[in-house]
């Protein structure tokens, strides 16, 4: 099998060559494991996180080790009753071609007429959190006017579309004109927040929506957190999803200067991790999964082809080289 691992914790971006591709002989499977070819991986944001070398709300990555993520592929051998080879899951076993992996740690893709990488994004981890964002935590109510960030990515992409589905005026910031055009194809106002002042993105962002937002999704922090604040409504809600504008900070950055806007507007700010709520996905799968399957919501794709790709990619993240999902396919695909 081969796989890739990190040499070191990087400290702000990390280069490339911090990941290392290895090649591992798989032991002989024993009861109640399961061997599977992947064939498609994730790339997340989150993955910055578990190469800081300490513990957050997750173990850190451990140098030399396989690095994990999200993956779908086929199930080959198999010495758990509940899989056959031929079967189609979903594991956390990624980053590298074929995992082995205890039968308890892998999923039956659900029975539904999308794509199997579609687990990765809208159906899978992304989409669940930006439902969970937008309701368990924003608890939006139809009408509200919704602020999303990064909002034509993997988890943006799918919160701008719910709560366009329940009627006040949604708006998006995203920093490519095809991702605004992506936007604005689904009736979304979309803004670009880059090389503005916090002043100026809150001068974009009244004019797009004058009577300010009752939600604020966050995924990105800093200047549009802080332009965000000042187009609060009363009793707003903020979810804090990600703030990916500072994972690769080596330096404490300045906090939003406007902090007091929460108390100005009565407003609550509170974050979420998608993992504490996943007892809800067979929901989200049941209200989600035939409105994608029926075409009824939009999900993009970004592919990068082959193993080798997989470090790149996820750097590709923090340049905003995706456009919705971005995606591993590996060769067996
Ligand atoms: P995306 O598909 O949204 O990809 C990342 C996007 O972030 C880029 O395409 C880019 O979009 C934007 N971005 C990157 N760097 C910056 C920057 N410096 N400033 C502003 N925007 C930037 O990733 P995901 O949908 O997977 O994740 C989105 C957010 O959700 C992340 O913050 C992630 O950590 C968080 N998350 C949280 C979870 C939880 O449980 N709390 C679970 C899953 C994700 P653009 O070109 O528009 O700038």
Not at 196 to 210: G, K, N, V
Not at 241 to 255: K, L, Q
């Amino acid at each position: 099998s081969n796989f890739y691992t990190i040499r070191e914790y990087p400290q702000g971006t990390p280069a490339l060559e911090v990941f290392e591709r290895q090649q591992q002989e798989l032991p002989e499977l024993q009861d109640g494991e399961v061997r599977i070819r992947n064939n498609w991986l994730s790339v997340d944001p989150y993955m910055r996180g578990r190469m800081s070398g300490v513990t957050t709300y997750i173990e850190p990555f451990t140098l030399g080790a396989p690095l994990e993520g999200a993956a779908v592929g086929e199930v080959i051998e198999s010495r758990d009753t509940r899989f056959q080879p031929g079967d189609k899951v979903s594991h956390m076993g990624g980053w590298r071609d074929v995992a082995q992996l205890s039968g308890d740690a892998v999923t039956t893709l659900p029975d539904i007429a999308v794509p199997e990488q579609a687990y990765l994004g809208v159906l899978g981890m992304p989409g669940m959190t930006a439902w969970t964002g937008l309701n368990t935590i924003a608890e939006m109510r139809d009408g509200d006017n919704v602020l999303v960030s990064a909002a034509s990515g993997a988890v943006g992409s799918l919160a701008v579309q719910l709560a366009k589905a329940r009627g006040g005026t949604v708006v998006g910031l995203a920093g490519s004109q095809a991702k605004r055009d992506w936007l604005e194809s689904q009736g979304i106002k979309a803004v670009d927040y880059r090389n503005r002042t916090a002043e100026e993105l809150t001068e974009a962002l009244q004019a797009a929506c004058p009577d300010g937002f009752d939600i604020y999704y966050e995924n990105v922090g800093g200047v549009c957190l802080e332009a965000a604040l000042n187009c609060l409504r009363v009793g707003a809600r903020i979810a804090v999803c990600g703030m990916i504008s500072r994972y690769n900070d080596t330096e404490p950055a300045a906090g939003p200067a406007n902090l007091a806007m929460i108390l100005i507007r009565r407003a609550r700010m509170q974050g979420f991790i998608v993992f504490e709520h996943w007892d809800q996905y067979p929901r989200f799968i049941a209200e989600i999964g035939p409105r994608v399957a029926a075409g009824e919501i939009s999900y993009t794709e970004t592919v990068r082809e082959g193993l080798d790709a997989t470090p790149q990619a996820f750097l590709e993240l923090f340049e905003g080289a995706n456009q919705g999902k971005m995606l591993v396919r590996l060769d067996s695909a």
